[in-house]
């Protein structure tokens, strides 16, 4: 795990001269769309970079046991031994809630049980009205007594990005969600109507890079829902690079909410070893 973000007190002056350019942000985005992707071994080697960022869920209402039991499977083992090997990779690649309306001791109840059962990461929701209505006060006590229940254990933000209204309420509340200790913040839980976009995500790491320079603490970023293909998450990569650096290219500050996507990406690395496209059936869950 990475360092925790111990958090700050409550800078409402910072907070109330947030403002954000919505064409500069859009055009941001559009380049980052733009960008060109690495070609042949290059890409592979990001895709493995990918696999090893990936969190992967499921959220499904018809989950059964034997379903979660396969995709453990595949979280132990996510790309065939085989293809792996080949690529001489076979020892290095490893991988590592909705609506926030509940009553609040309800849900710090719910945190408490689950560290209490062993989670090693908690995720959590904002309580959106009280962003759309400015209530900055409100939302930081109730993320400070979040992270108070998470006790040792990381715990990660969900601004449910899609609900928030404006760019600037995006950066706001990713602001306070950082001053009140979160490790990670993360777009949406997957289930909004609006989930991860290139120039939301470009908002929030923006207030990650802001936060940091205030304080020398690394806060990790999840964008999560919609997230498909390989290439996708080859863009997501470069926005990660260009914006934070290097340091943010891991599991402990980068996460990529999906489900999804791993299977793009081993019939991408399957193509790269053998020259031929894999049908889904020939890459299972397990």
Known sequence: MSARNPGMKLDLEWISKVRVNTQAVLKRAQHIQGQQIPKKQWQAAWLLKAVTCIDLTTLAGDDTPSNVHRLCLKAIQPVRYDLLKKMDMHNKVATGFPAGQTPLETRLQEVRMAVAGGATEIDIVINRTLALTGQWE???DEICQFREACGDTHMKTILAIGELGT???VYKSSLVAMMAGSDFIK???GKEAVNATYPVAIVMVRAIRDYFLC????????????IRTAQ???LWLTLIKEELGNDWLCPLLFRL??????ADIERQIYHHVTGQYAAYHDLPMV
């Open 187 to 189: 777009t949406s839980t």
């Open 232 to 234: 996708e998450s080859l």
């Open 167 to 169: 760019f600037t309420n």
């Open 257 to 262: 909410g999906a489900s999804s996507l791993l």
């Open 215 to 226: 304080t020398g603490h690394k806060v990790g970023f999840k964008p999560a829902g919609g």
């Open 138 to 140: 409100a939302m930081y």
